[in-house]
């Protein structure tokens, strides 16, 4: 029950990361991001630690990774644009 009420906390705190990733007033982001994800691999890859946990941290880390590849491929996209637009 505890655990739940961190939860809203935590997926907030997870989405302003995400939200705030590459943007150069919060260069601090993309180094949280990356300890998080760390710690999210750690807790998923350790087998002593409790079913649901572990099963939050890989939905956690699923969110995170598809976030990043949508940025990622939005990024090439723009890319292609910025080239478009500078060749004419």
């Not at 601090?28 to 998080?36: C, G, K």
């Not at 598809?66 to 990622?72: T, V």
């Amino acid at each position: 029950q505890g655990e739940d009420d961190y939860r809203p906390l935590f997926e907030n705190f997870v989405q302003d990361l995400l939200s705030t990733v590459n943007k150069p007033d919060w260069p601090a982001a993309e180094l949280l991001l990356s300890l998080l994800g760390r710690l999210l691999v750690h807790q998923f890859s350790n087998k002593q630690t409790e079913m649901a946990l572990r099963v939050a941290s890989l939905d956690y880390l699923g969110t995170v990774a598809a976030r990043l590849r949508k940025d990622a491929v939005t990024s090439k996209m723009d890319q292609r644009s910025i080239n478009r637009i500078l060749g004419e």
